[in-house]
């Protein structure tokens, strides 16, 4: 059952911005912790965004000052604000909820599908 839904990746020249967003379903009450991934072919998967539940963020030192991680409440979507996009920025970006609260209780690690996002020179 899919819990998490991305959307928002796509093709974009270098230099330009692309916003992420990742949907979670209503069986999760509310997103504790959410943080953003990301895997380019032949390599790890990296974690590029994290956001505590108190709202303070990290970001790999590769994206900082051009990424930014936000989520809104009331919609249970957490966002991943993408600016001056370069070439190596090109992976699967995944959304991961490492705590929610549940319908039935607290929930742990939920992952998204994955969307691309393909940054040209």
């Known amino acids: 059952q899919v819990q998490l839904v991305e959307s928002g990746g796509g093709l974009v020249q270098a230099g330009g911005s692309l916003r992420l967003s990742c949907a979670a379903s209503?069986?999760?009450?509310?997103?504790?912790?959410m943080g953003w991934y990301r895997q380019a072919p032949g390599k790890r998967r990296e974690l590029v965004a994290l956001?505590?539940?108190?709202?303070?963020?990290n970001y790999a030192d590769s994206v900082k000052d051009r990424f930014a991680i936000s989520r809104d409440n009331a919609k249970n979507t957490g966002y991943l604000q993408m600016n001056s996009l370069k070439p190596e920025d090109t992976a699967v970006y995944y959304c991961n909820v490492p705590r929610a609260v549940t319908i039935t209780g607290y929930g742990y690690d939920y992952w998204g599908q994955g969307t691309q996002v393909t940054v040209s020179s």
């Open positions: 956001m505590s539940g108190d709202g303070s963020a």
């Open positions: 209503r069986r999760i009450v509310s997103i504790i912790t």
